[in-house]
């Protein structure tokens, strides 16, 4: 194989030497934890270290964001203090780091925490204790279909987790009605991720293939920090069972590696790449290492850092990543990092649900507060794709609904573009 794997990996390390940003616990709080007279204490996990630490620069771009609105004053006279903790994407570490937050430091709420996982392994703990676990970085279909009912996930219902984008099985659904209508005799080979995160991908597209699902020809899955031979081994696979459709549902590194090998073994069916290693920064790692990335298909919900620099919303960005100082960051955002992007909409709307819950908030008022979201109009998030809303109610469950069809083009110094309809109600 004639990738050069020291290469790689340099450039991967490279490209995860972003500035974990801190924050500190607040000791006083009054009747609701967290909430002191001047503070409010929220906290979250994130895999700062670990096979998924390419994710890393969306909790530093939540904490950007709740410093640009600190300094302007806080919410109701209170600044948010954010303490983020390692759990390396690694479900066995995350129940005692979310204890550390809601025992130890008393956040008011556990918000933005990172991996299907992770975030299955402390949902029961956190809704038990009625503890809001709020705006969690996956798309899993759990977050909204066990909103206010007990789901096949689970015996109970889950009312106090709730996520924020796009779910993964609409997302894939989105996939299936691309491949049907551009390439109706497609034989689709499937690299999938062997944990809930993989499946509720894999079950989305099987849905949207419906009656023809008969034309997934393989299906292979792999483990978190699989190498990229293992990587490799799986294509090599699904290229001698004849697929020519090449649909990946895994976190960067894989994915980084899925591309690149596939260029490697002289391997170029249609290819579809699921939304979470959407970033041009890891798009341009594989272009780096020999990987062929034009034509790839995924969607996006953010606006570009890249592509739609002139946009309000990315002028305010830039704006808030350079008050940081942080020259990792700002170089990550100006490449196009789409988790900075995401880090920052997130934030706003933690943010706008907490004004929206009260001058003397409690988990309750949050938990209305982002049951009845309407980012729309005059409060639009200013950080996601133009004409999308986050919005909730009783029968949205879901913040974000709405996607857009993006394609890879111009190679080592390409860039995703948006194509298509607006797909809305997707779920």
Not at 121 to 150: E, F, M
Not at 253 to 274: E, H, M, R
């Amino acid at each position: 194989m004639t990738v050069k794997r020291k290469k790689l990996g340099a450039l991967l390390c490279a490209l995860l030497a972003t500035a974990a940003v801190a924050g500190t616990a607040a000791a006083s709080h009054t009747g609701t934890p967290g909430v002191s007279k001047k503070q409010i204490t929220i906290g979250g996990t994130f895999p700062f270290t670990g096979p998924a630490q390419l994710y890393k620069t969306i909790p530093a771009a939540e904490q950007a964001y709740y410093a640009y609105v600190n300094g302007k004053g806080g919410v109701f006279h209170r600044k948010i203090n954010d303490i983020t903790l390692d759990d390396q994407y690694d479900p066995s570490q995350t129940p005692a780091k979310t204890k550390e937050l809601v025992e130890q430091d008393h956040v008011f709420a556990v918000v933005g925490s990172l991996g299907t996982a992770p975030v299955l392994s402390t949902w029961n703990y956190l809704n038990k204790r009625k503890i809001p676990q709020v705006l969690v970085a996956t798309g899993d279909a759990y977050w909204g279909q066990c909103a206010r009912h007990a789901c096949s996930a689970s015996k109970r219902a889950k009312p106090w987790t709730m996520g924020w984008q796009p779910d993964y099985p609409g997302e894939a659904k989105v996939y299936a009605k691309y491949i049907l209508k551009n390439k109706p005799q497609a034989k689709i080979g499937v690299l999938y991720q062997n944990d809930a995160f993989g499946t509720n991908y894999l079950n989305g597209l099987k849905a949207g293939l419906g009656k023809h699902q008969n034309q997934i020809v393989d299906l292979e899955s792999y483990n978190v920090g699989d190498s990229a031979q293992v990587i490799a081994a799986h294509e090599v696979a699904m290229r001698a069972k004849g697929a020519d459709t090449f649909v990946i549902f895994a976190t960067p590194q894989a994915a980084i590696f899925a591309l690149v090998d596939k260029t490697a073994i002289g391997w170029s069916p249609l290819t579809l790449l699921g939304n979470v290693s959407l970033n041009r920064v890891f798009q341009l790692a594989a272009e780096a290492n020999g990987g062929d990335v034009n034509g790839v298909i995924s969607t996006g919900y953010n606006s570009s850092a890249t592509v739609q620099a002139n946009l309000p919303g990315m002028k305010l960005a830039k704006k808030i990543i350079d008050a940081t100082g942080n020259a990792q960051l700002q170089q990550s955002f100006a490449q196009g990092d789409a988790n900075i992007v995401y880090g920052l909409a997130s934030a706003w709307t933690f943010v706008d649900a907490l004004r929206h819950a009260g001058k003397n908030p409690t988990r309750a008022s949050l938990m209305h507060a982002l049951r009845n979201l309407n980012e729309t109009k005059k409060n639009k998030n200013p950080f996601i794709y133009p004409g999308m809303v986050v919005k909730t109610s009783k029968t949205r469950t879901f913040p974000m609904e709405q996607l857009k069809l993006e394609k890879w083009s111009g190679g080592k110094t390409g860039d995703w573009h948006s194509f298509g309809k607006l797909y809305t109600g997707v779920h």
